[in-house]
T-cell receptor
């Protein structure tokens, strides 16, 4: 079956521009996560969505970052007024809910963002 | 103190060797533990969950030590294909927020 997909796979933008990154989770997965990974670094949690509950935004590094999840499926991560330090790979993952037993997070291939 | 800490390595080991990684966590209420594998420039993938009684999957053995708040991953008979970064993952709380360690890099050399 289809896995988690993300688009675009690569994005180069100029400093100060806004960007939108998209994530299509696995059908039926109610939990969706965004992470970012800078070169040679670990995963940094950004935001978590679970069903219709309020998202956990505790990992967003600044108010330039926001995310939405429409209809409990597709999610968009928006970065406004991009800065060079925003350059990283942005990874999306989805999983079943705790009540459904399984936990494994399935990751998309990521969007490589480069801010020039 | 970081929530989840790992030795970044790299661990350079010859083929056939046994290698072990530890991961420490700070939240004593942590509930679930996992090892993920991440190949270079690829997304992470689940390697195995870590159960309280310890568990084994082929050449891989995972252990949990709640008293000392660490988990371990043992790889026996290392293969070249085991070369990757191994990420420790800890889940705390009543929902699914998880914390990833920064990973331990393993390089198996011929």
């Amino acid at each position: 079956g289809a896995g988690v997909s993300q688009s675009p796979s690569n994005k180069v933008t100029e400093k100060g521009k806004d960007v939108e990154l998209r994530c299509d989770p696995i059908s039926g997965h109610t939990a969706l996560y965004w992470y970012r990974q800078s070169l040679g670094q670990g995963l940094e949690f950004l935001i978590y969505f679970q069903g219709n509950s309020a998202p956990d935004k505790s990992g967003l590094p600044s108010d330039r970052f926001s995310a939405e999840r429409t209809g409990g499926s597709v999610s968009t991560l928006t970065i406004q007024r991009t800065q060079q330090e925003d350059s990283a790979v942005y990874l999306c993952a989805s999983s079943l809910s705790p009540g459904q037993g399984a936990y494994e997070q399935y990751f998309g291939p990521g969007t490589r963002l480069t801010v020039t | 103190r970081k929530e989840v800490e790992q030795d970044p390595g790299p661990f350079n080991v010859p083929e056939g060797a046994t290698v072990a990684f530890n991961c420490t966590y700070s939240n004593s209420a942590s509930q679930s533990f996992f090892w993920y594998r991440q190949d270079c420039r690829k997304e992470p993938k689940l390697l195995m969950s870590v159960y309280s009684s310890g568990n084994e999957d082929g050449r891989f053995t995972a252990q949990l030590n709640r008293a000392s708040q660490y988990i371990s991953l043992l790889i026996r008979d290392s293969k070249l294909s085991d070369s990757a970064t191994y990420l420790c993952v800890v889940k705390s709380g009543g929902y699914q927020k998880v914390t990833f360690g920064t990973g331990t890099k393993l390089q198996v050399i011929p």
